[in-house]
C-alpha cells in the first residue's frame, strides 16, 4: 500500500503516547523501553506507546503518565472506548527491552524473543521486567499478541504505519559491527 500524501509523522519520545487514524506514521527509538503497537485493521486506527518502566507503584492523582506501562494500557483502553471498539479487535505487537549494558554483569540479558514465552525466573533488570509487565498487560485487558522483537542487546528504531498496520524494526545489537545489524518487517 503506497503512503498516502497527507501524512502526519510523529516522533515519539520516551513516555509519550499517541493514537490517531490512516494518515499517520509514527516512529519511535528503544533500548530498555518498550513500545506497544496497537492497530484496528478495519477502521485503520491506532497507536503507539513508549514506556520506560513497568509502574510508577503508588498512583498519584492527576493524567495517565505514558513512563509506565500500566498507565499506558489504560491510555489504550481509554482509547479504544472513544473509537466504540474492542480489545479482540486489534493486532498488537510489541519491541525493546534491549539490554544496553549487556557486559556490566546488572541483571539478566533477554534472549532476542520472536515468541510469546516469558522466563519469570531471575528477572531483575529494567528491560526484562519492562518485558514482562508489556505482555502481561496486553492479555490481562484483553488484547493478544500478534508479533513482538523483544530482548536481546542494543537498539531498535521503530516505524509504524497505520494505514497499513506495517510495523518496521531495524535493531542494532550492541557490539556488534555495523554491518550486523538486523532489519525486520513485522507486519500483518
Keep these: 500500500m ?22 499517520t506514521r509514527i516512529r519511535t527509538l528503544l533500548g530498555s ?33 505514558g513512563r509506565y506501562a500500566d498507565e499506558a ?3 489504550f483502553i481509554r482509547e ?19 539490554n544496553m549494558f549487556p557486559g556490566n554483569g546488572h541483571g539478566r540479558e533477554i534472549k532476542l524473543s520472536l515468541s510469546a514465552d516469558t522466563d519469570n525466573d531471575n528477572c531483575r533488570s529494567v528491560p526484562c521486567k519492562n518485558v514482562q509487565a508489556a505482555r502481561m498487560l496486553v492479555e ?7 508479533a513482538q522483537h523483544l530482548g536481546g542487546a542494543g537498539h531498535r528504531q521503530i516505524l509504524f504505519d497505520i494505514w ?25
Excluded at 498516502?4 to 490512516?22: A, M, N, S, T
Excluded at 490481562?140 to 500478534?146: L, N
Aim: aromatic fraction near 12%; glycine fraction near 12%; charge should be positive.
Design 33 to 65: 523501553c518498550v513500545s506497544i503497537t496497537m492497530w484496528h485493521p478495519r477502521l485503520l486506527i491506532g497507536g503507539m506507546c513508549h514506556f520506560l518502566l513497568p509502574s510508577r507503584g503508588a498512583r498519584k492523582s492527576g493524567a495517565l503518565d
Design 140 to 146: 490481562q485487558h484483553g488484547f493478544s499478541i500478534a
Design 73 to 75: 494500557l489504560e491510555m
Design 164 to 188: 497499513s498496520g506495517y510495523v518496521w524494526v531495524k535493531h542494532n545489537p550492541i557490539g556488534f559491527k555495523l554491518e550486523s545489524k538486523k532489519e525486520a518487517v513485522v507486519s500483518k
Design 2 to 23: 503506497n503512503k498516502p500524501d497527507h501524512v502526519i509523522e510523529i516522533f515519539l519520545q520516551p513516555g509519550e503516547f499517541y493514537f490517531g487514524d490512516r494518515d
Design 80 to 98: 479504544t472506548r472513544v473509537a466504540g471498539t474492542r480489545p479482540q479487535e486489534y493486532e498488537v505487537k510489541l519491541f525493546g527491552g534491549g
